[in-house]
């Protein structure tokens, strides 16, 4: 699984610059909020620096702060696929807290050994359906669910979908 194949993904489903007042996340271009870019750039960010993020500071911000934190590359191509949108779109921890949940390990929110050697233990699309059902849970405990939920439950399923595609491209 390529990170630029997920990227594809996150890019095409986060969109440009956004600043809806009922998202508590606040602005975002690309998906990445002023306070990620802020903390990256190591400063303190300005609205228009935030609407003037490249693709290519986003694409490496992507690799090192989600692709690379959630250990992708270690994990097989279909679940490295929805992990790594769900880092994006719930945070690392919860999307490393969904996958250890889901195949019954330790629940400390990051990634080492015995989460690895677990998740090769597992059979891929029982592994990423869990995953998904608990990545859908959460959206529904949210209370801006009403507001953003159909969205985010279309996103889920798509991503679902192509990992399910991913995962018979591979066998």
């Given amino acids: 699984m390529s990170f630029e194949r997920a990227l594809a993904f996150v890019l095409s489903q986060e969109g440009g610059y956004s600043d809806n007042a009922k998202d508590p996340g606040g602005a975002t271009n690309l998906g990445i909020t002023r306070a990620t870019l802020s903390k990256w750039r190591g400063r303190k960010v300005t609205r228009e620096e935030g609407q003037s993020l490249s693709r290519r500071e986003a694409a490496s911000i992507y690799r090192q702060e989600y692709w690379q934190r959630c250990k992708c590359d270690q994990l097989p191509p279909a679940l490295a696929f929805l992990m790594f949108d769900t880092a994006v779109n719930q945070g690392v921890s919860r999307a490393i807290k969904f996958l250890q949940r889901s195949i019954g390990t330790k629940v400390d929110g990051i990634i080492g050994p015995n989460t690895l050697e677990a998740v090769r233990r597992r059979e891929p699309k029982r592994v990423m359906i869990e995953f ?26 798509e991503a679902l979908y192509r990992a399910f595609e991913i995962n018979s491209q591979i066998l």
């Fill in 132 to 157: 998904a059902a608990r990545r859908m849970r959460h959206y529904g405990l949210l209370s801006i669910f009403s507001t953003f939920g159909l969205g985010w439950s279309r996103r889920l399923m």
